[in-house]
């Protein structure tokens, strides 16, 4: 059994997971530094001046000034600044997953060789990708555009 594991452990699929995974969490951190340390404060500023993270709904009588002393007070809050903050790091997050797997696909194809062969679409055999007629079944081929 402890064998089985330890080949189950160190496939080359469970290592490239695991390894995604440490990356990606690593890449969200950078992600959420940059909108709330970069981003954030210059469209605050040209929004007067709004700080984010203490945009919030009192959902107590009392006021106050920052969501910081409405969590130290224990009231309830909607923090719907920091709900924002995070819909812009999935953005910016899906964004750049999107533009990497855009790159790798154009790479990919790029290594493809153009077919020589297709298969006749009434007897499925494979025949020359230029042939208009079928060899085996002798049917007409569509013309390929």
Do not use: H, W
Not at 20 to 34: E, R, W
Not at 87 to 107: E, G, P, T, Y
């Amino acid at each position: 059994m402890l064998k089985e594991f330890k080949e189950f452990a160190l496939r080359g699929n469970l290592l490239d997971l695991a390894i995604g995974l440490i990356l990606g969490t690593a890449f969200g951190k950078i992600v959420t530094s940059f909108v709330n340390d970069i981003l954030m404060p210059p469209v605050g500023l040209l929004l007067g001046r709004v700080n984010f993270t203490n945009l919030f709904v009192n959902l107590t009588r009392r006021d106050y000034p920052t969501l910081a002393a409405a969590r130290e007070a224990g009231a309830a809050t909607i923090n719907y600044g920091i709900f924002l903050n995070a819909i812009l790091d999935f953005v910016i997050v899906a964004f750049v997953i999107f533009l990497l797997i855009r790159q790798v696909n154009r790479l990919r194809r790029r290594g493809e060789t153009p077919s020589t062969s297709k298969e006749c679409p009434y007897c499925f055999t494979v025949i020359p990708i230029k042939a208009n007629r079928c060899p085996n079944c002798t049917s007409a081929l569509p013309a390929v555009a």
